[in-house]
T-cell receptor, first 111, second 114 residues
Framework: EDQVTQSPEALRLQEGESSSLNCSYT??????LFWYRQDPGKGPEFLFT???AGEEKEKERLKATLTKKESFLHITAPKPEDSATYLC????????????FGKGNQVVVIP | GAGVSQSPSNKVTEKGKDVELRCDPI?????LYWYRQSLGQGLEFLIY????????KSGLPSDRFSAERTGGSVSTLTIQRTQQEDSAVYLC????????????FGSGTRLTVV
């Protein structure tokens, strides 16, 4: 069974204090790994797709990396508007392209 | 439309009543998914529609849950005889043709069964 574990569950950061979120996964063949951002009362918003170990993608203050067992989402010099829940999901090979999600990392950035 | 539209945004229902949740996907998106997000839990897959193919219903938690997609566009998720454990946010997502494109999610329907 495909599993995704995210840590830490919750994180409070001072504005400007860089940190990393972890997503550990087990999957029977990885087609892709996804990061989403979710704000309260909203649906998840797509951030990145990573396909193979060693790949990195960046968007503003966010940088996602991928190894064969885990992915990291690095937040550099965060701002209060980066406060959100970050969701990690894996898409296994084959099947119907459904995603298996972790429970999320809840990030609060304090001004 | 510009995004995935879900209605209603909030629904409060009495235990035992039936409810219908609606999803209007992005035009041209052939794949449509329903997920459920319970408090403190990850998103749970419910059902998947792809074009005219038979839907993948393997995630539906019980036979009280059903879904249909008419004309390859709008989808309705129906929950019969609702129970308190059905309380959750029900999210719909659509995906354009192409294997590794990220889903686009709607804002969800928050269902509360009292």
């Amino acid at each position: 069974e495909d599993q995704v574990t995210q840590s830490p569950e919750a994180l409070r950061l001072q504005e400007g204090e860089s940190s990393s979120l972890n997503c550990s996964y087990t999957v029977s063949g990885l087609r892709g790994l996804f990061w989403y951002r979710q704000d309260p009362g909203k649906g998840p918003e797509f951030l990145f797709t990573l396909y193979s170990a060693g790949e990195e993608k960046e968007k503003e203050r966010l940088k996602a990396t991928l190894t064969k067992k885990e992915s990291f989402l690095h937040i550099t010099a965060p701002k209060p508007e980066d406060s959100a829940t970050y969701l990690c999901a894996v898409q296994p090979m084959g099947g119907n392209n459904r995603l298996a999600f972790g429970k999320g990392n809840q990030v609060v950035v304090i001004p | 439309g510009a995004g995935v539209s879900q209605s209603p945004s909030n629904k409060v229902t009495e235990k035992g009543k039936d409810v219908e949740l609606r999803c209007d996907p992005i035009s041209g998106h052939t794949a449509l998914y329903w997920y459920r997000q319970s408090l403190g839990q990850g998103l749970e897959f419910l059902i998947y529609f792809q074009g005219n193919s038979a839907p993948d219903k393997s995630g539906l938690p019980s036979d009280r849950f059903s879904a249909e997609r008419t004309g390859g566009s709008v989808s309705t998720l129906t929950i019969q005889r609702t129970q308190q454990e059905d309380s959750a946010v029900y999210l719909c997502a659509s995906r354009s043709p192409g294997v590794l494109v990220g889903y686009t999610f709607g804002s969800g329907t928050r269902l509360t069964v009292v």
